[in-house]
């Protein structure tokens, strides 16, 4: 049919932004009930497709695993489709896999419910859903529909030549000349309608194609500019998820506003400034939305250079966004860090022997990178531990909740094709979370004392520990600088990790 | 297909006519019996996709409805592959006189269109594999892959209608039973159309410009190919109380049967499978066709044409329009007129679930001269179907 795209042989994938950046799968750790899980969702390339995923129990005697995906908010959030049993690996009791099927653009959720030996428990994992590329035809497969395309075309063409020709003819009689004649004349003109058909075709598969572009995912638009001291944001939708047509309206179930941003433990943007090309400083900041669509911001002091701003912000059903702009920054002569703002300096990654396991701080306290001697390797589920000492090598006594949590991190990939902003409990965001659980009554307050990622054995007594750790998988191998908040009393710090990702 | 007319008790006039039947239906060759086979397991297997996807949603290669559509083109493959062959090169094939020569090979003229559409269907199964992958399952019936399958399915039931009149025309015994085929075949054509052209025409959009076209462009042929080509005085009214049984069936049938949605979203609940719409009223048109047809036998052909054109669309809409304002009142939400089962991903904001029709952003103006536009659309169905049906009582191969 389409003979053109036939031949363009190759798989081609388009990999765009997406919340998170270039890191679309889901890493969670929570409980589900008596259960603790460590959730990893692989969200599929198309939508409608099938999402991949694994769950592994930290906690024995579960008995069954069911997962179903649903809407996070609105209608389609009150029926579930029937659950799918996940299968449990032969080798280990505690190792889940499953598939499911995300028919539609939004922010949705998988629910686990588990049964076994303590009882049952649930857990929501939010699940952004969005088309990530479309894909061009195998070699192969091109090749073999090209063949039986143009045989298609051929026998139709032959065929009205036959029926032309002899169809009407007494059985046993030859066909005279004009017979043949009128055979030769309807092959011509079958040739060309049966042309005429297959380019109209064409164009309908481009027309096709064109609108399913439409739906690949596109974040808003983010453009950056300095009025003296002050940072100015500006959105702009860029076509993705709007509703042009009644119809469109009519069964679109999401469609992206500006309007809807909810504050995400605490804020309603982060904003992370990382200065290129050598990732060597760091700002996490929290502008403030003037209207909507904008959003300004008193800069504090900062270094000259040219940064990459990661705006991480959540739409009010739980979907979230990752915006990417760039901005040349001169010298600033400003305030200093204050509230919930965080820095790091340090030398360019390129100055990096590769793997960094203890950084320093300005002020003698050392962070950690407790792992063990194995390679890291993409597209693993892993759970990234780190530890804040003070100088002579103790646990600070002081330690507090940086917005909430024990620590934040950001994995950001040194060719900036990935940014994930990563908390205890994993890559969703905190509003997402609460929505999932059901729980709307604070919209993505800051979390109290019980909050994953807390060793929740420690005796009550408001200490915290000073290690923290984040499920997450590096999505692509190459170098990667993961930074590191946590904070003891009044001082938030900022530790800077390398990382080499084999495949 | 022939009536059985035994009293009740006479066991000898029963297998009297028993033996005539055996006698009428040996005479329609096993080819043909396979072909209509084929064909009806299309479009049972068509229906059945549908209702699995409203109804359960998910599906893999290996559903019993996939089976039953594949079955056709492997049918077709197959049965008319082997007729191509032997007819080719058996030196004492029975059609080898009665062939058409396409490629080289030699068979009846309707095994090559019947193959071609076989070999069409199988080539849409990897095509709407990789489409599905390109661009996610598609949850609509018009796609290119789809069409691809639909025409192939379409030409497996053409074939099968060139085989039947080949094998009539050719033959020199009454033609009760080929006819009668002939009408069922009609009936699977028009079922089969109604596909392509459900989704415009479910009944929020019955009061739209839209459905008056699709529906003057496309049943008209079926009905009047039919007619001409059986002679009967009622066929078209026969072949669209084919489709009419056969939708009005699946409401019955469909609920008896549980499902439940493994896909989300999920908006309506749903419990058993869900039927296609009621049948639209095409039953009272073709009747007033058929009263046409009966009366205006020397007529100039185009004349003929255009009058038929318009009865078509005008009597159509003088019953569908009303018709779909009762689909969507609360009388029609039960067992018979099933407007009550929703498709489970159906959002509740949507027009088929507020039972509120479309709305028309036509003047009366311009829907006037679109109702035009589709006479115009009819009266080239109708002809065409004519002059298809006029050939298709003259082919001998």
């Known amino acids: 049919m389409n003979l053109l795209r036939f031949s363009a042989a190759f798989l081609f994938l388009r990999i765009a932004a997406q919340a998170h950046v270039g890191s679309p799968d889901v890493y969670l750790q929570g409980k589900a009930g008596p259960y603790q899980l460590f959730v990893t969702v692989r969200p599929p390339l198309t939508i409608p497709g099938v999402a991949e995923l694994e769950v592994r129990s930290e906690t024995p005697g579960i008995r069954e695993l069911r997962a179903v995906p649903l809407a996070m908010t609105g209608a389609g959030a009150k029926f579930a489709p029937i659950p799918d049993a996940l299968n449990v690996s032969p080798k280990d009791p505690r190792f889940f896999t499953g598939s499911l099927w995300m028919m539609t653009s939004g922010s949705w959720q998988v629910r686990l419910t588990a049964d076994g030996a303590q009882g049952q428990g649930i857990l929501s994992v939010p699940v952004p859903s969005f088309a990530r590329s479309s894909k061009t035809m195998q070699f192969g497969l091109g090749a073999i529909l090209s063949v039986l395309g143009i045989f298609l075309i051929g026998g139709l063409v032959a065929m009205v030549g036959a029926a032309s020709r002899e169809a009407k003819l007494d059985p046993g009689t030859q066909p005279s000349p004009t017979n043949l004649r009128s055979g030769r004349n309807a092959t011509i003109v079958a040739t060309v309608v049966v042309l005429a058909i297959v380019f109209g075709g064409n164009y309908w598969w481009n027309s096709e194609a064109r609108d399913y572009s439409t739906r690949i995912y596109k974040p808003l638009k983010m453009s950056a500019s300095l009025q003296g001291n002050e940072l100015l944001l500006e959105m702009k939708e860029p076509g993705w998820m709007q509703a042009k047509t009644i119809k469109q309206a009519e069964f679109r179930v999401f469609t992206r506003k500006m309007d809807d941003l909810v504050p995400d433990h605490g804020h309603i943007m982060h904003l992370y400034a990382i200065r290129q090309p050598g990732l060597d400083i760091i700002y996490h900041l929290h502008p403030e939305q003037r209207e909507t669509g904008s959003f300004a911001l008193q800069l504090p002091s900062m270094a000259a250079g040219h940064y990459r701003l990661y705006a991480d912000i959540v739409h009010a059903n739980g979907f979230p966004e990752t915006l990417v702009t760039e901005l040349d920054v001169p010298a600033i002569t400003s305030r200093a860090l204050a509230g919930d703002d965080a820095y790091a300096s340090t030398n360019p990654w390129q100055q990096s022997s590769g793997n960094t396991f203890v950084f320093t701080l300005p002020d003698g306290y050392k962070m950690e990178w407790v792992r063990d001697s194995q390679p890291l390797a993409a597209n693993r589920a892993m759970s990234f531990t780190f530890r804040l000492t003070k100088p002579d090598g103790s646990a600070p006594p002081d330690m507090g909740l940086y917005m909430g949590m024990l620590g934040h991190a950001a994995f950001v990939k040194t060719d900036g094709s990935v940014f994930a902003h990563i908390h205890p409990n994993g890559t969703a965001s905190m509003a997402a979370l609460m929505l999932a659980s059901g729980d709307t009554s604070q919209p993505a307050q800051p979390m109290k004392m019980d909050m994953p990622g807390m060793d929740h054995n420690m005796p009550m007594t408001y200490a915290l520990p000073n290690s923290v750790n984040f499920p997450y998988g590096f999505p692509s191998p190459g170098r990667y600088r993961i930074f590191v908040q946590m904070r003891h009393s009044d001082t938030v710090e900022t530790g800077v990790f390398d990382a080499v990702v084999s495949k | ?397």
């Open chain 2, 1 to 397: 297909m022939a009536s059985i007319s035994a009293q009740p008790g006479d066991l000898a006039s029963l297998s009297r006519t028993t033996a005539d039947v055996s006698a009428k239906t040996a005479a329609i060759p096993w080819y043909i019996w396979c072909a209509s086979l084929a064909v009806t397991s299309a479009m049972v297997g068509g229906y059945w996709d549908i209702s699995w996807h409203e109804s359960i949603g998910r599906d893999t290669f290996w559903t019993p409805a996939h089976m039953a559509i594949y079955l056709c083109g492997v049918l077709a493959g197959i049965a008319f592959g082997y007729l191509i062959l032997h007819t080719t090169f058996s030196k004492n094939s029975p059609l080898a006189e009665a062939s058409v020569h396409v490629f080289g090979f030699r068979a009846p003229m309707g095994a090559f269109i019947a193959s071609w559409g076989g070999i069409a269907m199988l080539t849409s199964a990897p095509f709407d594999n990789w489409w599905h992958d390109a661009y996610g399952l598609d949850v609509k019936i018009v796609s290119p892959p789809h069409i691809l399958l639909i025409i192939g399915v379409y030409a497996v039931v053409v074939g099968t209608l060139v085989l039947l009149a080949g094998h009539m025309n050719r033959s020199r015994s009454s033609h009760a039973a080929e006819k009668k085929l002939i009408l069922y075949i009609s009936g699977v054509m028009l079922i089969q159309f109604m596909i392509v052209l459900m989704e415009s025409t479910e009944r929020v959009y019955l009061h739209l410009l839209t459905a008056y076209l699709v529906t003057a462009a496309l049943p008209p042929i079926v009905l009047a190919l039919a007619s001409r080509l059986t002679g009967y005085r009622f066929a078209a009214t026969l072949v669209a109380a084919i489709y009419t049984a056969f939708r009005i069936g699946l409401i019955l049938v469909l609920p008896l049967f549980p499902a439940e949605p493994k896909l989300g979203p999920v908006y309506q609940q749903v419990t058993h499978f869900i039927p296609p719409e009621f049948p639209l009223l095409f039953i009272v048109p073709a009747f007033a066709l058929d009263l046409l047809w009966q009366r205006t036998k020397n007529w100039n052909p185009w004349k003929l044409s255009l009058v038929s054109g318009a009865v078509w669309v005008l009597v159509f809409m003088a019953v569908e329009w009303p018709f779909a304002s009762f689909l969507l009142s609360p009388a029609s939400r039960n067992w018979f007129f099933g407007t009550g089962y929703l498709y489970f991903a159906m959002p509740p904001t949507s027009f088929l679930a507020r039972n509120v029709f479309y709305p028309n952003s036509l003047s009366r103006l311009q829907f006037g001269l679109g109702i035009l536009g589709a006479i115009m659309l009819a009266t080239l169905a109708i002809r065409f179907g004519e002059t298809r049906g006029e050939w298709l009582g003259k082919i001998k191969r």
